[in-house]
């Protein structure tokens, strides 16, 4: 699976649009994008995932590039309850036969009152 | 529905004792995972099961052994415990469809502390 890179940490104010980059220059053309978060001391939370068509759903929006080298999650209005970590994840969609999910190390996002 | 549940919630050993930490699941689910996750590191594979009877190592496997008891069940097994091994747990589960929805649902973790 390919490797991803994301900022270690940001900040963002309370109700505005919290727009959190991955980079997946190696993404290969059956790769989905995930994303999971995980608020301190609890297990990681599913967020969305797509493969090239921009997603969204009822907890934020996934915009993928063209290319697909890159996506950014978007949490339209952020609220305390928001601040986590963020992870951001590429995986096969036909590896039937190894279904892991590697994870790195995130992006910690605080929301700022 | 409880989703994933994992026991015990926190343990403390001494070096060289042994464990199994419990996961269930009452979603159905084919496919079941243990990660660990240390601070600053991220969450990284130990065992995982896609099926039902099968498992496969991870990233992390070596001190661990695993059983996938039945469907519902995924239990992991520290035989002679070390300090390297203290960490957080976590237990996952997730569909096996033939299509990409393959979410992970996660269980609240098992804090070990090994001294």
């Known amino acids: 699976d390919a490797k991803t890179t994301q900022p270690p940490s940001m900040d963002c104010a309370e109700g505005r649009a919290a727009n959190l980059p991955c980079n997946h220059s190696t993404i290969s053309g059956n790769e989905y994008v995930y994303w999971y978060r995980q608020i301190h001391s609890q297990g990681p939370q599913y967020i969305i995932h797509?493969?090239?068509n921009n997603e969204t759903n009822e907890m934020a929006s996934l915009i993928i590039t063209e290319d697909r080298k890159s996506s950014t999650l978007i949490l339209p209005h952020a609220t305390l309850r928001d601040t986590a970590v963020y992870y951001c994840i590429v995986r096969d969609r036909y590896n039937f036969g190894n279904e892991k999910l590697t994870f790195g190390t995130g992006t910690r996002l605080t929301i700022i009152p | 529905n409880a989703g994933v549940t994992q026991t015990p919630k926190f343990q403390v050993l001494k070096t060289g004792q042994s464990m199994t930490l419990q996961c269930a699941q009452d979603m159905n689910h084919n496919s079941m995972y243990w990660y660990r996750q240390d601070p600053g590191m991220g969450l990284r594979l130990i065992y995982y099961?896609?099926?039902?009877?099968?498992?496969d190592k991870g990233e992390v496997p070596n001190g661990y052994n695993v059983s996938r008891l039945n469907k519902r069940e995924f239990s992991l097994r520290l035989e002679s415990a070390a300090p390297s091994q203290t960490s957080v747990y976590f237990c996952a589960s997730s569909e096996r469809p033939q299509g990409t929805n393959e979410k992970l649902f996660f269980g609240s973790g098992t804090q070990l502390s090994v001294l």
């Open positions: 797509g493969l090239k």
């Open positions: 099961s896609a099926s039902e009877g099968t498992t």
